[in-house]
């Protein structure tokens, strides 16, 4: 009786010795995992809203993986073409959720706009606006038949002139995107230069504009005089 007393308890010390060590080993796991640590990308300055983020905004940072956020980013090639949506700020991790991106139409038209140009929306019909088959992104010219001013009693008739070439169609109506099928066009938005923006903005005022479509590897420019009734006449159809 006794062997078998002195026996159950062999076996019921070396039971609870195997089950403190891997009690032990499963406290010295989670503990190593909770010290693992991951490189992140976190701000380096105040980023406002609206800001384009840039590799130089940003440095990596290590971080234990339980503090980690979800969509935190760890490449700055990420960063590419990416601004804030919300203040961000030094020390912060960078998210998906609080960026956008630029060529995305929820990012605006702002950032469609090229440096040193001015994003300019001119009333049309639908043919004036090419029967709504110009789409964003298209290269148009901007015509304008206007009124010369009339010098004495001398009968003054429309002129016809080219007032912006090669110009960028950034938006049909309120569509910043390439659409399948054809618009109807009311209103066209144009990325032109403040000088050309000018221009367009008197003729408008004077007469009708017109759009003229490109070809997408036509970039050259005309120096066409106006086009009179008179110079219309004379070409005799040529």
Do not use: C, W
Not at 21 to 50: D, H, K
Not at 118 to 126: F, Q, S
């Amino acid at each position: 009786m006794r062997k078998k007393l002195i026996l159950l308890s062999l076996v019921f010390a070396i039971a609870a010795g195997v089950s403190s060590y891997y009690f032990l080993r499963s406290l010295e796991a989670r503990a190593n995992q909770e010290l693992e640590t991951t490189m992140v990308l976190v701000a380096a300055r105040e980023i406002g809203a609206r800001e384009p983020v840039t590799a130089e905004d940003v440095v990596l940072k290590e971080v234990r993986n339980r503090d980690i956020l979800p969509g935190a980013l760890r490449d700055k090639a990420q960063l590419v073409g990416t601004v804030a949506k919300t203040t961000i700020f030094p020390g912060e991790q960078i998210i998906k959720q609080k960026l956008m991106d630029t060529h995305g139409a929820v990012a605006g038209l702002s950032f469609k706009i090229s440096p040193g140009k001015r994003a300019l929306t001119i009333r049309v019909d639908n043919v004036q606006g090419l029967a709504g088959l110009a789409k964003p992104g298209d290269r148009v010219d901007v015509l304008a038949t206007v009124d010369p001013p009339q010098q004495g009693n001398e009968k003054v008739y429309p002129e016809t002139v080219i007032v912006a070439q090669n110009v960028r169609l950034l938006a049909v109506n309120q569509l910043l995107d390439r659409q399948k099928d054809a618009v109807e066009m009311a209103t066209a938005t144009l990325e032109v230069s403040p000088e050309e923006a000018q221009a367009i903005v008197l003729a408008g005022n004077y007469g009708k504009l017109h759009l003229s479509l490109r070809g997408p590897q036509d970039s050259n420019f005309s120096a066409l005089p106006p086009m009179s009734v008179y110079k219309l006449l004379d070409r005799g159809g040529k």
